[in-house]
């Protein structure tokens, strides 16, 4: 199987970091969303997004990693990364314990994470 999307190679540190700069625009983005149902109070529709939050924090936290395994070590840029990393693992945490507070919302949550983890494994 092959993908219409061309790979490119990661030469610069700079580079490295507009990619992270991208995806953390985007991960943001559905942060807000997550953040804005909270203020409203809809635990149900912000359970249904949990597996999607922890995808894209998780891959934030995969770009600090992978900065130390692809590049020579730049302790500004780590630096930088790990602020990243605990911005959204902060705000994500917030989300989590939102849904934790309603048993039947946390139920939602675990349905469609093992839902979503059954189908990559089919």
């Keep these: 199987m092959e993908t219409p999307i061309e790979f490119k190679r990661i030469d610069e540190p700079s ?3 507009d990619l992270v700069g991208k995806v953390s625009y985007l991960v943001d983005f559905e942060l807000k969303e997550a953040e804005a149902l909270m203020a409203e109070g809809d635990a149900w529709t912000v359970a249904y997004r ?3 939050l922890l ?3 998780n891959m934030i ?3 600090r990693e ?3 395994e692809c590049t020579p070590p730049r302790a500004d840029i780590q630096k930088a990364l790990y602020a990243n990393q605990d911005f959204f693992e902060a705000r994500l945490s917030k989300v989590v314990d939102f849904v934790k507070n309603s048993p039947e919302a946390k139920e939602k ?3 469609k994470a ?3 983890i059954t189908s ?3």
Excluded: A
Aim: glycine share 4%.
């Design 50 to 52: 949990i597996p999607k």
């Design 120 to 122: 990559i494994l089919e």
């Design 55 to 57: 995808i894209g924090v």
């Design 15 to 17: 580079e490295y970091m």
């Design 66 to 68: 992978n900065f130390l």
């Design 61 to 63: 936290r995969d770009f």
């Design 109 to 111: 949550s675990q349905i």
């Design 114 to 116: 093992k839902e979503y």
